[in-house]
C-alpha cells in the first residue's frame, strides 16, 4: 500500500484558488495513477481528477473541467491539484488516492490507499 499525506486546504472567498499536494511514500510511486476524490458535508465521495502513471492521461470529472489542474512530480513522489474559480459546492474533504495496483489505466473509487485529506471551504 501507497501511503498518503495531503496538504494546501484552507477557507477561500468564491472566486479564489487553492494549490492541494499529496506526498506519497511509495519508492514505485512513478508507476502508479493517482487520483485525487472529495466528500462534501452530507454527500458520497466523488471523483475530482486522475493523472495517469506515464503523465500523459488526465481525466477530470465534469464539474471541475476547465477550473482544476491536475499533475505530478515523479522526482517528488508528489501530486497536486490546483483549484481556480472555486465555488461554494467545491466545499469538501479532499483525498488524494492510489489504486491497488501499480500500472492500471484509470483509479475507482474501491480497494485505494488513501490519505486522511484536506479540508477545503469556499466561502460564499
Known amino acids: 500500500q501507497v501511503q498518503l499525506v495531503e496538504s494546501g486546504g484552507g477557507l477561500v472567498q468564491t472566486g479564489g484558488s487553492l494549490r492541494l499536494s499529496c506526498a506519497a511514500s511509495a519508492r514505485t510511486f512513478s508507476t502508479y495513477t493517482m487520483g485525487w476524490f472529495r466528500q462534501g458535508p452530507g454527500k458520497e465521495r466523488e471523483f475530482v481528477a486522475a493523472?495517469?502513471?506515464?503523465?500523459?492521461?488526465?481525466s477530470y470529472a465534469d464539474s471541475v473541467k476547465g477550473r482544476f489542474t491536475i499533475s505530478r512530480d515523479n522526482a517528488k513522489n508528489t501530486v497536486n491539484l490546483q483549484m481556480n474559480s472555486l465555488k461554494p459546492e467545491d466545499t469538501a474533504v479532499y483525498y488524494c488516492?492510489?489504486?491497488?495496483?501499480?500500472?492500471?489505466?484509470?483509479?475507482?473509487?474501491?480497494?485505494?490507499?488513501w490519505g486522511k485529506g484536506t479540508l477545503v471551504t469556499v466561502s460564499s
Open positions: 488516492a492510489a489504486p491497488p495496483q501499480p500500472y492500471t489505466a484509470s483509479i475507482g473509487i474501491n480497494g485505494n490507499s
Open positions: 493523472i495517469s502513471w506515464t503523465g500523459n492521461r488526465i
